[in-house]
């Protein structure tokens, strides 16, 4: 088990809710997501899932995402609350810099605080790679993490922070910033944590 998959199991197995990026709804990613006009058969991959409410309000929109999380932990949590509703959901235990998706299986792939944490430059590549493998063409990206007055840290752990431009020099020409918004997000405990989400097409 890598240092990394060891940290965040840990965090999922012990924290449960108490954690800074727990939102009870996840309104802009839901309303990012319903702005790429995609229907129900459209396959949507959520990165870095964790125990996230997106995939029930994803399965409440009518469609079947497809969930990748490197701390299995998150998804026993998930599986319960879902209950019956688990078996419309793809489960991937793994790490997006290292995991083998399948190749242009993806209608859009969202990513709410997954890109801010990799902070070497070869992990950066390996993610874009990933998501050049496994996101069709003309599919779209929901991408959102720290902004640039964000927090330093997450968990412990560094973090990069970003603008819209920043995303998209991440990204490359290959995408095409569609719009962008800050968010003051609201913690557990009475704080607030600037985020930058980004929208993007594929070219």
């Known amino acids: 088990m890598t240092e990394r998959k060891a940290h965040w199991e840990t965090i999922y197995a012990t924290k449960g809710d108490a954690v800074s990026w727990f939102q009870p709804a996840s309104t802009e990613s839901m309303r990012l997501i319903r702005a790429c006009g995609l229907t129900?058969?459209?396959?949507?991959?959520?990165?870095?899932?964790?125990?996230?409410?997106?995939?029930?309000?994803?399965?409440?929109?009518?469609?079947?995402?497809?969930?990748?999380?490197?701390?299995?932990?998150?998804?026993?949590?998930?599986?319960?609350?879902?209950?019956?509703?688990?078996?419309?959901?793809?489960?991937?235990?793994?790490?997006?810099?290292?995991?083998?998706?399948?190749?242009?299986?993806?209608?859009?792939?969202?990513?709410?605080?997954?890109?801010?944490?990799?902070?070497?430059?070869?992990?950066?590549?390996?993610?874009?790679?990933?998501?050049?493998?496994?996101?069709?063409?003309?599919?779209?990206?929901?991408?959102?993490?720290?902004?640039?007055?964000?927090?330093?840290k997450c968990s412990g752990l560094p973090v990069c922070r970003y603008d819209a431009q920043g995303f998209a020099e991440q990204l490359g020409d290959e995408f095409e910033l569609l719009e962008s918004m800050r968010e003051l997000h609201p913690t557990p405990f009475g704080t607030s944590q600037a985020f930058q989400y980004t929208r993007f097409r594929r070219l």
Do not use: M, N
Request: hydrophobic share 50%; aromatic share 8%; proline share 7%.
């Open 40 to 152: 129900p058969e459209a396959s949507i991959l959520d990165v870095g899932a964790g125990a996230s409410v997106l995939v029930d309000e994803l399965l409440d929109a009518g469609y079947r995402p497809t969930l990748l999380e490197i701390a299995e932990p998150a998804f026993v949590r998930v599986r319960e609350r879902l209950g019956a509703r688990a078996s419309e959901v793809g489960f991937i235990v793994g790490d997006v810099t290292e995991a083998e998706l399948p190749e242009a299986a993806f209608d859009l792939w969202h990513d709410r605080a997954v890109f801010h944490f990799l902070t070497e430059p070869a992990q950066r590549e390996a993610y874009v790679k990933a998501l050049r493998r496994a996101l069709k063409p003309g599919g779209f990206v929901v991408l959102a993490g720290f902004a640039p007055d964000g927090p330093e």
